[in-house]
């Protein structure tokens, strides 16, 4: 069965602080996909990044970037100079036959 | 639609009473899902429907849930004789088919949710 692990409940870090969000996923599937959705305060989930298990390459889109490594099953999620608009809850999910399983979330909270 | 639309946004329900989620997904989407969400947790999984099929309720709570999505667009979620434990946002998403692996296919596209607190 499909799995994901958010050990961080809660983050806190100063503005322009990095910050890295660890995600650990378990599955028996040779393929999968892994994925990162925003959720802020409105409610509303926003999907931030897909990745492929055949995909092992670190991907950067502005301030965020991900760190996929198949060998320690975990893909995590790196915001780079912090803003007080990254403060959301962060999940981190993995795909099964008919939906997806996501991890508990990581509460992120940017100090201004 | 331009998103995943939900309505009602807030519903507050008494007891016993029951209620009607209902859910817009994005035209042209095949793939409908409902996740249950309490507070401070993620998202679990309760359906999902590929146009009017649903194909996998192995996460419905109990039979006091029910889903349907008769003309494969518009999806309601029903509750029967709420109770206090059904208090919960629920969330819909939908995405292009999740039964292809097509670019995208299995990327869902979230509402803002209903939330239902039961008194």
């Known amino acids: 069965a499909q799995k994901v692990t958010q050990a961080q409940t809660e983050i806190s870090v100063v503005e322009k602080e990095d910050v890295t969000l660890d995600c650990v996923y378990e599955t028996r599937d040779t393929t999968y996909y892994l994925f990162w959705y925003k959720q802020p305060p409105s409610g509303e989930l926003v999907f931030l990044i897909r990745r492929n298990s055949f995909d092992e390459q670190n991907e950067i889109s502005g301030r965020y970037s991900w760190n996929f490594q198949k060998s320690t099953s975990s893909f995590n999620f790196t915001i780079t100079a912090s803003q007080v608009v990254d403060s959301a809850v962060y999940f981190c999910a993995l795909d099964g036959a008919n939906n997806l399983f996501f991890g508990t979330g990581t509460r992120l909270t940017v100090i201004p | 639609g331009a998103g995943v639309s939900q309505s009602p946004r807030y519903k507050v329900a008494k007891r016993g009473q029951d209620v009607a989620l209902r859910c817009d997904p994005i035209?042209?989407?095949?793939?409908l899902f409902w996740y249950q969400q309490a507070l401070g947790q993620g998202p679990e999984f309760l359906t999902y429907f590929q146009n009017e099929a649903q194909l996998d309720k192995s996460g419905l709570p109990s039979d006091r849930f029910f889903a349907e999505r008769p003309e494969g667009s518009v999806s309601t979620l029903k509750i029967q004789r709420t109770q206090q434990e059904d208090s919960a946002v629920y969330l819909c998403?939908?995405?292009?088919?999740?039964?292809?692996?097509?670019?995208?296919?299995?990327?869902?596209?979230f509402g803002a949710g209903s939330r239902l607190t039961v008194l």
């Open positions: 998403a939908s995405s292009l088919s999740w039964q292809t692996t097509s670019s995208g296919a299995n990327v869902l596209t």
């Open positions: 035209s042209g989407h095949v793939s």
